[in-house]
């Protein structure tokens, strides 16, 4: 059996670019992937990347048009993409009549040109295919169709074996996603709070007759037995939007969903009249409190696998550039017998960037707000109010201080207008566990998605 100085496990945007650093760095690296094809995206994703006008997870996210290059301007890395790209100028919620709650005005971002974008649309196909070219030019091995089962562990290193193949390395890279079968096996999700599913469906979709076609957009549909949502992205193709049915609880039908804002609700159903399905996909994922330290017995998390729900695409590429350089500098700090500090960096960054830099329940407010104002009418009143817009934002963390914000500022019209609104707003500060204690109730018997 080969030792391999490292086994990346996991080939999304954060597991290609941890092998992508650990090969360049030289290191014997292999790259296991469960799926038979690495660059085919087999589940929801809204193929966007976050905040692209300020900082996330303490980097500016860049795409070099002429260069064809995404790049991370603080960590100094980038790598080539050469699909196409799409700017999004603003992000949108809409209440059920149609009121709109807007984190910029694309009139107004547009007047910045590049620099006004929130967002970036792109093809992750593409961009996957991109990266596997790069983590391949790095003399990375790769192993599709190997489902990751089991993994053991010693004072030596990490063996990781699925179906009759077993890969033994001196470390282990842990990037395979939310719903991470590497954590659960190997104890990090010990301790951890589980709040709920994210359960989505998704439609790529052409003939959409939307507000804007450069803008993110999303609404709400309290007509369920829990909230569900609906995010719509852009695509960087003319005519094309993925469209996204979600909700946190296993309870609601997400067809049900589904029907309200593509047949029911006349506001909605006249985006939809005529439009074209040429895609169907899902996801099922975990939303958990973050792992508090990502590193243990030789095993280290990156991107997605041991956050909330998402880092995102953004924070994931970031994750695993500087798990896989981590791994890098831990290698040659046991070959030449010097102090680990590479590890240990990379650990201070994700509690000091990420547990402590970020509030993961600020993240799922994104999601529970509809548990806080539970009533259409109520959501209605509240968007009516936003006379002005909102910072330009699509960022998961600032939009919610943004709101709070604006939450505060038109307090005195709830207080003179809907007084019974005010105790329904103060639920926001309440532990996200009481925000969702029934959902959770209903996730409980669920006891794994795959």
Request: proline share 5%; glycine share 8%; hydrophobic share 40%.
């Amino acid at each position: 059996m080969i030792k391999y100085d490292v086994i990346v496990v996991g080939s999304g945007p954060a597991g290609l670019l941890a092998a992508r650093s650990a090969g360049r760095a030289g290191l014997q690296t292999v790259l296991l992937e469960r799926k038979s094809d690495i660059t085919r995206l087999d589940r929801m994703c809204g193929q966007t990347l976050v905040s692209a006008n300020d900082y996330y997870f303490d980097d500016l996210v860049n795409y070099n048009r002429e260069g064809k290059r995404i790049g991370f301007l603080n960590n100094g890395f980038s790598f080539n993409y050469d699909g196409p790209i799409k700017n999004c100028m603003a992000w949108q919620i809409f209440s059920p009549k149609g009121n709109c709650l807007p984190f910029g005005l694309p009139e107004e971002t547009s007047k910045k040109g590049e620099h006004g974008a929130v967002g970036l649309a792109y093809d992750k196909e593409i961009l996957l295919s991109c990266l596997l070219e790069e983590v391949k030019a790095s003399g990375v091995e790769i192993v599709e169709g190997i489902d990751v089962s089991s993994i053991q562990q010693d004072a030596g290193g990490v063996t990781a074996a699925g179906k009759d193949s077993f890969f033994s390395g001196k470390y282990l890279i842990a990037a395979d996603g939310t719903n991470s079968r590497i954590s659960r096996l190997t104890g990090f999700n010990e301790g951890r709070q589980l709040y709920c599913y994210l359960l989505s469906r998704g439609f790529c979709m052409q003939g959409l007759n939307l507000p804007a076609d450069n803008i993110l957009i999303s609404s709400i549909c309290f007509d369920t037995i829990a909230p569900g949502y609906m995010f719509i992205f852009p695509r960087p193709y003319a005519d094309e939007a993925n469209v996204a049915f979600l909700t946190l609880d296993p309870r609601v039908d997400l067809s049900q969903v589904g029907d309200y804002f593509m047949k029911q609700n006349p506001f909605y159903a006249s985006w939809f009249k005529g439009a074209k399905v040429i895609k169907e996909s899902a996801s099922a994922q975990y939303v958990f409190s973050p792992v508090p330290d990502p590193y243990k017995n030789r095993i280290l998390l990156a991107g997605d696998t041991g956050s909330c729900q998402e880092l995102e695409n953004t924070g994931a590429m970031i994750s695993g550039f500087k798990a896989g350089n981590a791994i890098a500098a831990a290698v040659k700090e046991d070959n030449i017998g010097i102090y680990s500090r590479g590890i240990t960096d990379y650990v201070k960054w994700w509690q000091d960037v990420y547990v402590n830099g970020y509030r993961h329940e600020d993240y799922i407010m994104n999601f529970a707000l509809p548990y806080v104002i539970d009533q259409g009418a109520d959501f209605d009143y509240i968007c009516s109010l936003a006379k002005e817009p909102l910072p330009p934002c699509w960022n998961p963390y600032a939009a919610i201080s943004h709101l709070g914000q604006f939450m505060q500022g038109i307090v005195p019209t709830i207080q003179k207008e809907r007084p019974d609104i005010l105790p329904k707003l103060a639920k926001m500060a309440k532990p996200m566990e009481e925000v969702l204690a029934e959902t959770t109730m209903a996730c409980q018997p669920i006891k794994e998605l795959e």
